[in-house]
């Protein structure tokens, strides 16, 4: 493998250049991409991959499911380069090896991939599922190669009945920071998902932080595998953390990644000096780009103050001499000027919203609260449709019949299948990419201060609500469309 500070990571800042003079919240999106190094032969003995696959008895219903499952799982191992370290592993209510069939990581190359392949097809589906034995296995094995970066690719098609909730978040929590995890969720043609949306989103977002795909196409599965591992052989660095530093002036609220999927990682900053915390964002390769959102709390200041007030920086492994990008405000009481807002920040605010709505739609659709359903779904089928995201309405079709997308307007189907909701849960997490290849709406030179308008019960007149803090994105600046 090469060194980590032999893979260059590229960082960029975006905000807004002023804050109100009584104080506010600066939204900055980071974006962290890695770039080819000039020597690009790249030894793979420094890689470890653990596939888990769901053997359970559902898996036998139909059983295309398993065969699928099968198929797709010699598809990985032949996609691993000869000097990776792996291991296969049937889960049911017990995490058992299957390759090979000790608990320990053979060597890929041409005779262990066949002898990986010969016992896949072995495997029949039985039993129950407790996912958390299967990552803590995945731990184990992927223990005895510290030195490697470790990846695992999960698929499962139900949710953890055979496992307390509560150890399911232990095994999570004891995996953290040892490997990243690609969840692949199985479901039937017509929507049907057995799976449990939170409990995948859980085990994604606290292992790496990457998107949990639903597969409803069994024929693509094998396709889908194989692209998991082609990303997954690629990483040259383990460790990359997004580093923060602050000054007196401000404080973080909140440290969230908002591409390639939603993730809140607030609660993983670690200290690393005064007034600077790291945040981990996992393995990098040179092919990868993901954005994060990174919220300060900026104190008052004398209008015409202009000050740095923190700075952000991408470190890879050891590497201590990364650049910091600075940040620097100007704080105002022009309410045309502090009332703009960044493309990028208005970009992702609206996914952010989108995902948010569909979580509480459906989570009132479950609870019977039909009013709130169709108000939270509706607004989310109205952010899908001003950004063209038609297959995201699509998906919320299943369970609301869309009257009018572009006004929001829905009606909750009558007794609804929660199994038709969790893939949009998952979906709703994934988010498309700020840039020149996907522009935001052009802004409009302002005309006069923003309009008045109603959240939180209330009139508010300047960018954000005073109550909760939200954004209002006015029909001439970036990200028009928000109902």
Not at 29 to 35: D, K, S
Not at 78 to 103: I, K, N, W
Not at 147 to 163: C, F, K, P
Request: with cysteine; charged share 25%.
């Amino acid at each position: 493998m090469l060194p980590a500070n032999d893979l260059p990571l590229r960082l960029s800042v975006h905000h807004t250049e002023y804050v109100p003079a009584d104080g506010a919240v600066l939204d900055v999106v980071a974006t962290v991409r890695g770039v080819e190094p000039a020597d690009a032969d790249v030894r793979h003995d420094g890689l470890a991959e653990v596939i888990l696959l769901d053997s359970s008895g559902s898996m036998g219903a139909p059983q295309a499911k398993m065969r699928a499952a099968r198929q797709a799982a010699a598809a990985a191992v032949d996609a691993l380069p000869d000097g990776v370290a792996f291991a296969v592993v049937s889960g049911t209510a017990h995490a058992t090896m299957v390759y090979p069939g000790d608990r320990r990581l053979a060597v890929a190359d041409e005779s262990t991939r066949a002898a990986a392949r010969a016992a896949v097809r072995q495997l029949a589906p039985h039993g129950g599922t407790a996912i958390g034995t299967w990552l803590l296995l995945a731990r184990r094995l992927l223990g005895t190669r510290p030195d490697a970066i470790g990846h695992v690719v999960l698929l499962t098609d139900g949710r953890n009945e055979s496992q307390r909730p509560a150890d399911l978040k232990a095994a999570v929590d004891e995996c953290v920071g040892r490997f990243t995890v690609d969840c692949r969720a199985i479901g039937s043609a017509d929507g049907v998902h057995d799976w449990d949306a939170a409990e995948l989103l859980g085990i994604a977002e606290a292992l790496g932080a990457n998107p949990v795909v639903p597969v409803e196409d069994l024929a693509g599965l094998a396709d889908e595998f194989r692209g998991v591992l082609a990303r997954a052989m690629s990483r040259r660095v383990a460790d990359v953390r997004l580093r923060v530093r602050t000054t007196g002036l401000t404080r973080v609220r909140f440290v969230k990644q908002v591409h390639p999927a939603i993730a809140d990682l607030s609660g993983r900053g670690e200290p690393a000096g005064e007034l600077t915390t790291d945040y981990p964002v996992g393995a990098w390769s040179p092919h990868d780009q993901r954005d994060y959102h990174v919220a300060l709390e900026v104190d008052a200041m004398a209008p015409g103050a202009r000050r740095r007030i923190g700075w952000l920086s991408v470190h890879a492994g050891d590497d201590a001499g990364a650049v910091e990008a600075p940040l620097t405000v100007e704080w105002t009481e022009d309410a045309l000027c502090y009332s703009e807002i960044n493309e990028s920040v208005a970009y992702y605010t609206r996914q952010q919203d989108y995902a948010a709505a569909v979580q509480r739609g459906l989570a009132a659709a479950r609870a019977g609260r039909a009013g709130e359903a169709e108000e939270q779904l509706g607004r989310a089928v109205a952010l899908a449709h001003s950004a063209g995201r038609g297959d995201d309405i699509a998906l919320l079709a299943r369970v609301v019949d869309v009257l009018d997308a572009a006004g929001g307007r829905v009606r909750l189907k009558p007794d609804v299948d929660v199994r038709l909701t969790q893939s949009s849960l998952v979906v709703a997490h994934q988010t498309s990419r700020w840039g020149p290849q996907e522009p935001p709406a052009q802004r409009a030179a302002p005309t006069g201060p923003a309009a008045p308008w109603r959240h939180c019960g209330e009139e508010q007149t300047g960018a954000y609500c005073e109550g909760c803090g939200a954004h209002h994105l006015t029909p001439d600046r970036p990200g028009a469309g928000r109902p």
